[in-house]
């Protein structure tokens, strides 16, 4: 039976909850808003006198697009660091989001995409096998997941050698050295509403499954023998876990190419808000990831306006300053 004082701090926890789950989407809206007034080319406060190709089809699509795929960098970013219990675990790091880009770039080197439908879904599939495949060659290179540092190592190893097999696509194919190099750099300035579509659908899908068997993750956080003893099927749910961090990145890098660190820097920006719980945690890395992509977006568009550079650069500067400090904080005895 619940007493008074746990009925009152429960209603408490609650407001706390919505009380930042609003800020945080308050500032997301804030920012759409901001990708869609502003560009390389200046800003448009008038939406009535704005050119409206301009502001609908071509600004509120990026930006949208952005925010997504910073959302599905993010959540895989926190599904990666509960999952494995690494702190510095990152679908750039753990080789997923170069597998996800060899996937890309096998499909438009060798694959015949008749149809915009078949492009679509060729580079989505793609990208999400990729993915898959790099994650798993990173965890059997570490011989599983309990050693931090080999997963990490492993994890860096695969990346190098997949990014690798990249660049060779550019000798096999020197025509399409142009649009390789725009996904290894990390693009947004070609999303469209069809991009848009395919990642809120595959955010909301990944995002209500993760969310529905995080108490998972709950529990592999008292431990791994705790977690047995609980009587939950802990592999099957890790291959569950495993295939939506594969879906979210190769999404993610399908649309918009490479972009490191997102998935990194998200979960640790918001663990203090989270409070320990991992349901809420995944929910704002979500809303975390979208937040600071879409805010590297709209640096990387004005800064040097009226000349665009790749977002992937922003976030890879910004990112690794994060990380630096993140391994100085540990180094020095300090809470990751």
């Not at 099927?233 to 190769?250: F, N, Y």
Request: net charge positive; glycine share 12%.
């Amino acid at each position: 039976m619940h007493t008074r004082e746990d009925v009152i701090i429960s209603i408490m926890q609650k407001n706390y909850f919505l009380g930042k789950l609003s800020g945080l989407l308050i500032f997301s809206a804030v920012l759409v808003l901001m990708g869609t007034l502003l560009g390389s080319t200046g800003a448009s406060w008038n939406f009535i006198d704005a050119d409206q190709t301009l502001v609908f089809d071509i600004r509120l699509p990026r930006s949208l697009g952005a925010y997504l795929a910073g959302a599905l960098l993010g959540l895989a970013g926190g599904i990666a660091q509960s999952l494995f219990r690494n702190p510095l675990a990152d679908p750039y790091l753990l080789g997923s989001a170069s597998g996800a880009l060899l996937g890309v770039g096998s499909i438009l080197c060798f694959a015949y995409l008749g149809n915009s439908w078949l492009e679509i879904i060729g580079l989505n599939g793609g990208a999400f096998l990729g993915a898959l495949i790099g994650v798993l060659a990173s965890l059997i290179l570490a011989g599983g997941y309990r050693g931090s540092l080999r997963l990490l190592l492993s994890g860096v190893v695969i990346s190098v050698i997949l990014g690798a097999a990249n660049s060779m696509f550019t000798f096999i194919r020197p025509d399409l050295f142009q649009s390789i190099q725009s996904f290894m750099l990390g693009n947004t300035t070609l999303l469209s509403w069809s991009g848009v579509e395919i990642m809120a659908i595959a955010l909301v899908l990944c995002l209500l499954v993760t969310l529905i068997i995080s108490p998972t993750l709950d529990a592999l956080s008292l431990g791994e023998n705790t977690a047995r003893t609980l009587g939950l099927p802990l592999d099957q749910l890790r291959l569950v876990l495993i295939g939506i961090l594969a879906l979210a990145t190769g999404c993610a890098v399908a649309q918009t190419g490479l972009i490191a660190f997102v998935g990194l820097a998200a979960p640790h920006l918001v663990r203090k808000l989270a409070g320990g719980r991992q349901r809420v945690q995944l929910l704002f890395s979500c809303l975390g990831g979208g937040i600071l992509l879409l805010s590297s977006d709209l640096i990387a568009r004005t800064l040097f306006a009226p000349i665009e550079i790749p977002v992937g650069l922003v976030t890879a500067v910004l990112g690794g300053l994060y990380l630096l400090i993140l391994l100085r904080r540990t180094s020095l005895g300090g809470r990751p």
